[in-house]
C-alpha cells in the first residue's frame, strides 16, 4: 500500500505547531518544499518554483546536483562519521583544496558545522593570536546566532539579548545609499573607512585583536562597499595591530562572479577567512582558514564534533569539482552581468526601486517609497507584497536589510539565461501588480 502524500498545508501546519515560533517562514502561506532539482523546487502540492534563493545562498551547484549526489552516496556507503580525530580522506582532500583556492597565504584549515561556529573560532583565534580582546564589526553585519555571533551581528532583529561580548566595537556600515555621514562617493573620501580609525582610538584600548568584515553584507541587504573601502579599512585595523578577518559566508564559492571568493575583488588579503552556505552545496560544514602561525595561536584542545564530517566534506569536495568542471566561475559572472542589467531596467521603469546592488549572482533591490521624488523611506510593505506577487507567478527570492526592505536575488551557480530571462519578466509583472 503506498501512503498518502501530505498536501503543503499539512506539512506546514506541523512544521509551525512544533518548530520555535521565532522559525520564521517567508508568505503569509508559506511555500512547503517538497523536491528540488537544479534551479527548480516543487511543493507538496506539486507546484514548481524557478528558486532564486536556493537555501539561502547555498545550493550553489543546484538542487539534487548530480555528481554532489552520485559522491555522498557513495561516500554514505563508506563511512558516515567518525570525527576529526581520525584523519580521512574527504577531509583532507577538502583542506587541501580549499588551501590552494584560498587567496595569500592561507594554509591552514579549521573546520566547523556552521557559519556562527566559523566566525566563533575566527574571533578566538584573532584574540588568542593577538593576545587583545576588542574587535571591529560592521552595523548591518550579520555573523549567526550564539552569544559572540549575535554581539558580533548588528541588527535588533536578531539579538534577543543585549550586546553580552563587551569586546565587539560597531564601525558604520560603507551603505552609501544611506550613508551614515550623509555623504556622497567619491567626494565622501571613505569618511566611513576613516572612522574606524577614530572608533577604535575612542572606544577600545588602543589596540585591536582584528575586525570582521563582509565582503558584501548579506543579511544586511547585499551592502556593497564602494571601491578602495575595504584597503582603507583593513589598513588602519592593521595600523593598530589586528588581523582582518573576511567573512566569506554568504560571498565565498563564485557567489560574486568571475572569482571564488568576495574579497578577491578588493585586492586585500584576509588574514583569517570564514566559509559555510555554498560550500557544500547544502550539506551542514563550515571552514576556517588562515595562517600557520596564527594557526598556532590556538594553544588548547580543538575539536568540533560534527566539523569535517565525511560526508558534508565529500559533498565539499564535489561541488569545487563541479564548479571548476563547469565553468561555473564564468558562468556566474555572465550571468550575473545579464541580471544586473535586467534589474537596473527595472529600476529605471518603477521609482519604487531606490538601489540595484551587489555582484555576480547576488543582486539586491532596495524597495523605497519614491526614488524619483527623492523619498527613501522603507518600503515594507511593498517589499512583503512582491514576495507574494512573485510566489503567485512562480518565483522564489529572498528578502533581507535592517528595515526588510531589500530583495535578494542569488540563484545557482548553474542558472542559463533562459531562467534569469524568466525571472526578470516575472519580476516586472510583479512590480507592475504590486505598485498599481
Ligand atoms: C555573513 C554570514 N556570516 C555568518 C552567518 C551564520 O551562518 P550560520 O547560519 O550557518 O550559522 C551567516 C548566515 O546567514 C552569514 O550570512
Known amino acids: 500500500m503506498t501512503e498518502k502524500k501530505p498536501s503543503s498545508a499539512e506539512v506546514t501546519a506541523k512544521f509551525k505547531q512544533y518548530l520555535f515560533p ?67 580522506l574527504p577531509v583532507a582532500d577538502l583542506a587541501e583544496k580549499l588551501v590552494k583556492l584560498a587567496p595569500g597565504k592561507l594554509d591552514k584549515v579549521f573546520f566547523c558545522a556552521s557559519g556562527t561556529e566559523a566566525d566563533e573560532t575566527a574571533v578566538a583565534l584573532a584574540q588568542a593570536h593577538t593576545g587583545r580582546q576588542e574587535v571591529i564589526a560592521l552595523r548591518h553585519g550579520y555573523s549567526g546566532r550564539s552569544m559572540l555571533a549575535q554581539s558580533l551581528t548588528a541588527h535588533a532583529k536578531f539579538r534577543i539579548v543585549s550586546t553580552q561580548v563587551a569586546a565587539v566595537k560597531h564601525a558604520h556600515a560603507p551603505y552609501c545609499y544611506r550613508c551614515p555621514f550623509g555623504l556622497s562617493y567619491p567626494s565622501c573620501e571613505l569618511k566611513c573607512a576613516q572612522d574606524i580609525e577614530d572608533l577604535i582610538q575612542t572606544t577600545t584600548v588602543g589596540q585591536v585583536a582584528g575586525a570582521i568584515f563582509e565582503p558584501i553584507l548579506g543579511v544586511g541587504g547585499f551592502v556593497t562597499p564602494p571601491p578602495g573601502w575595504m584597503k582603507l579599512a583593513v589598513e588602519i585595523v592593521k595600523k593598530y595591530g589586528g588581523i582582518f578577518i573576511c567573512d566569506e559566508v554568504q560571498t565565498g564559492f563564485g557567489r560574486t562572479g568571475g572569482k571564488m571568493w568576495g574579497i578577491e575583488h578588493e585586492g586585500v588579503e584576509p588574514d583569517v577567512m570564514t566559509m559555510a552556505k555554498g560550500i557544500a552545496n547544502g550539506y551542514p560544514v563550515s571552514a576556517v582558514l588562515t595562517t600557520a602561525a596564527i594557526a598556532d595561536a590556538w594553544k588548547g584542545g580543538n575539536i568540533s564534533t560534527f566539523g569535517g564530517n565525511t560526508i558534508s566534506c565529500a559533498a565539499a569536495n564535489a561541488t569545487i569539482d563541479t564548479i571548476a568542471r563547469d565553468k561555473l566561475l564564468q558562468n556566474g559572472s555572465a550571468m550575473g552581468n545579464v541580471l544586473r542589467e535586467g534589474l537596473e531596467a527595472l529600476k529605471a521603469k518603477y521609482p519604487g526601486i531606490g538601489d540595484v546592488r551587489g555582484r555576480g549572482l547576488m543582486q539586491g533591490l532596495e524597495l523605497v517609497r519614491d526614488e524619483k521624488a527623492g523619498d527613501r523611506t522603507p518600503s515594507v510593505e511593498t517589499t512583503l507584497r512582491l514576495l507574494e506577487e512573485t510566489k503567485k507567478r512562480g518565483l522564489l527570492i529572498g528578502r533581507g536589510g535592517l528595515y526588510g526592505n531589500v530583495l535578494r536575488v542569488a540563484p545557482a551557480l548553474i542558472v542559463p539565461k533562459a531562467e534569469i530571462d524568466e525571472a526578470l519578466k516575472i519580476l516586472d509583472e510583479s512590480f507592475a501588480a504590486a505598485t498599481r
Open 22 to 88: 521565532s522559525n520564521a517562514t517567508y508568505y503569509a502561506e508559506p511555500v512547503a518544499i517538497e523536491s528540488g532539482k537544479g534551479t527548480h523546487v516543487r511543493d507538496y502540492d506539486g507546484r514548481e518554483y524557478l528558486d532564486f534563493f536556493g537555501g539561502i545562498l547555498t545550493v550553489s551547484v543546484g538542487h539534487a546536483n548530480e555528481r554532489v549526489n552520485a559522491v555522498v552516496r557513495a561516500q554514505i556507503e563508506r563511512l558516515g562519521h567518525v570525527s576529526t580525530m581520525y584523519p580521512t
